[in-house]
T-cell receptor, first 107, second 121 residues
Framework: DIQMTQSPSSLSASVGDRVTITCRASQTISRDLNWYQQKPGKAPNLLISAASTLQSGVPSRFSGSGSGTDFTLTISSLQPEDFATYYC?????????FGGGTKVEIK | QVQLVESGGGVVQPGRSLRLSCGASGFTFSDYGMHWVRQAPGKGLEWVAVIWYDGSNIYYVDSVKGRFTISRDNSKNTLYLQMNSLRAEDTAVYYCAKDGAFGGGDGMDVWGQGTTVTVSS
């Protein structure tokens, strides 16, 4: 199975900060990488698919990049509603796997 | 609007069975792959299983293989997860999710609200 490693596992940041989360795959996955946001008690929400395609309705401060094994989710200017947990997910293999998550907390 | 609604969760003893259902509306259910994803209390997301739009391909995470069965009834716009030989480690919120493609190779763009399964004696 393809292992997905996210870093950091948590971070503290202030409103307006630029935040970067990384995700590394245990083998090449081309650009078959998606990013989700999850708030407490809620279902995850798809932010970005295919490494860099922003989903409809997702603010443009979110962006994704990368290919192969290394990927990045960037929030250009953190807003109060962005405090949440973020997960990467690979769909290169039919055995889908998620990263362990990155919790973004208020500093 | 596009919606997924899970049902069937509850408290069950170890070794027993439970069947989850997920009703879909607002989109052409038979065109899309469907997933089950679970989240144990305080833990991250774990993908459980996927079924292609027509049921022709099915895949499971190793930890549920041989115990869980994913299926779908396109005439009823419903996804199922039959869970047998349940273990304490199966305790989680179970989400159904729609794939963006006919198989399982796209992002999960619609999620249900989740149904809680607790395995305990």
């Amino acid at each position: 199975d393809i292992q997905m490693t996210q870093s950091p596992s948590s971070l503290s940041a202030s409103v307006g900060d630029r935040v970067t989360i990384t995700c590394r795959a245990s083998q090449t996955i081309s650009r078959d990488l998606n990013w989700y946001q999850q708030k407490p008690g809620k279902a995850p929400n798809l932010l970005i698919s295919a490494a860099s395609t922003l989903q409809s309705g997702v603010p443009s401060r979110f962006s994704g990049s990368g290919s192969g094994t290394d990927f990045t989710l960037t929030i250009s200017s953190l807003q109060p509603e962005d405090f949440a947990t973020y997960y990467c997910q690979q769909t290169f293999s039919p055995l889908v796997t998620f990263g362990g998550g990155t919790k973004v907390e208020i500093k | 609007q596009v919606q997924l609604v899970e049902s069937g969760g509850g408290v069950v003893q170890p070794g027993r069975s439970l069947r989850l259902s997920c009703g879909a509306s607002g989109f052409t259910f038979s065109d899309y792959g469907m997933h089950w994803v679970r989240q144990a209390p305080g833990k991250g997301l774990e993908w459980v299983a996927v079924i292609w739009y027509d049921g022709s391909n099915i895949y499971y995470v190793d930890s549920v293989k041989g115990r869980f069965t994913i299926s779908r009834d396109n005439s009823k716009n419903t996804l199922y997860l039959q869970m047998n030989s349940l273990r304490a480690e199966d305790t989680a919120v179970y989400y159904c999710a729609k794939d963006g493609a006919f198989g399982g190779g796209d992002g999960m763009d619609v999620w249900g609200q989740g149904t809680t399964v607790t395995v305990s004696s």
